[in-house]
């Protein structure tokens, strides 16, 4: 079963979660507040080189019997052209990622 709680962070409370010996942070809380719709802060975040390789590190060193690490690769080509697009689910569907999860909220 998934222990909750919260964290505060300059004011801001963030969801966390522990679940499967795992922690997870709930990033939608973490941009809540700003201008505009928190998916789109998330997805644009998705979109940066840095971000796919940090996840991609992290895939390989705690997931390297199923990370898709050829479909990585193909990612990383991908995120230099103008139309790359990625999204949570996205990017475990095409990776079989398990350090990031997508779960549908109240609203």
């Not at 230099?80 to 949570?88: A, C, E, K, P, Y």
């Amino acid at each position: 079963m998934a222990k909750k709680r919260e964290l505060s962070v300059q004011g801001s409370l963030i969801k966390m979660m522990t679940q499967d010996k795992g922690d997870y942070i709930n990033l939608t809380d973490m941009v809540r507040g700003r201008d505009g719709d928190p998916r789109d802060y998330i997805r644009n975040w998705l979109r940066t080189g840095a971000t796919i390789e940090v996840l991609g590190v992290w895939e390989k060193i705690y997931n390297p019997d199923h990370f898709n690490v050829v479909e990585f690769h193909h990612i990383k080509a991908e995120f230099t052209r103008n139309d790359f697009l990625m999204s949570v689910k996205k990017w475990i569907e095409r990776t079989d990622a398990i350090g990031i999860t997508s779960k549908t909220g109240r609203y």
